[in-house]
């Protein structure tokens, strides 16, 4: 089955807890994991910073929340522990617990508060911990941008497509020097080749640019052209920058060739601005930070991240 979401963890939390053991957060993780029967793709499977696997995140948010509305106690880092709240809670036996099932609780209501949470919101069955809320956002931004940057390319004259295409190689380590690489690219236009450009500032090998902004899709005819001009210059690398799209013909010839040729369309141009700052500036930044262990003394390093 698929990674549960948090809540799913709660209720089974708690009855892991009603032995009225103290427990530690690895063991909870390996409980939870065999509870819903979770596969090795699913264990494997890890949050957007790649720093945990998603199970022990949302195990490990949901045992936050729980302690947060007073089920559970955290004595020592690491370990948890059923409350006198809690055993009670286990004892209505509700069907499911949620984050609106905790909201009965004062110290949880006063903790959303001082998130920001807003009550309407947390009321509803949450989907995903904090962490993967923001990351979807992030997704969500970056998709909206990256939309509006690639229309705003494909409106540009040729020549600031150009001058675009020089900048992003740049950024991405190629040519050397801005006046080095807009020398190069840009100054042939012949045999099918737009620019001459080196992988490295050394100059150790070149690689043949051409940028242009197709309206339609680019099959297999234009690249297979290109690779011919490859040859005319006895080249052995070639990239293929394009504001639209290229058919699955397109990419499966050049995966079968023995040229280096990296096709690049308008959802991967926009990316790679986006990544190396052309055309887009910061508006906010956000810090997320965690505990540093190293700072505190050996004794109290033992566990798990809570």
Known sequence: MANPKYEQYMKPLLELAADGQDHTA???YEAMAERFHLTDEDRQQVVPSGRQPTYQNRVAWAR??????????????????LTERGRDTLNENPPEIDSAFLRRFPEFIAFTSTTGQPE???????????EESLAQSLRSLKATLADELLQLV?????RFFEELVI??????????????AGQAVGRSGDDGIDGIINEDKLGLDVVYVQAK??????????????????????A????????????PDAREYVDRIEKRIVLVDGERLSELMI?????????????????????????LRAGEPA
Do not use: C
């Not at 494909?154 to 040729?158: D, L, Q, T």
């Not at 052995?236 to 058919?247: A, D, E």
């Open 120 to 130: 309407e919101a947390s009321e509803q069955t949450s989907e995903e911990t904090p």
């Open 64 to 81: 936050s929340y729980l302690t947060k509305a007073g089920l559970l106690e955290s004595p020592a880092r690491g370990v948890f522990r």
């Open 26 to 28: 690895r063991e909870s």
């Open 236 to 247: 052995r690398k070639g990239v293929m920058i394009t504001t639209s799209h290229f058919t």
């Open 213 to 234: 902004r197709w309206q339609g899709s680019v099959g297999r005819p234009q690249v297979q052209a290109f690779a011919g001009s490859l040859d005319g210059h006895r």
């Open 167 to 180: 900048d992003l190689l740049v950024a991405m380590g190629y040519g050397g020097s801005r006046q080095d």
């Open 154 to 158: 494909k409106s540009s004259n040729p």
């Open 275 to 299: 990544e190396h700052d052309i055309g887009v500036s910061d508006v906010d930044t956000y810090r997320i930070k965690r505990i540093d262990l190293d700072y505190f003394p050996e004794d």
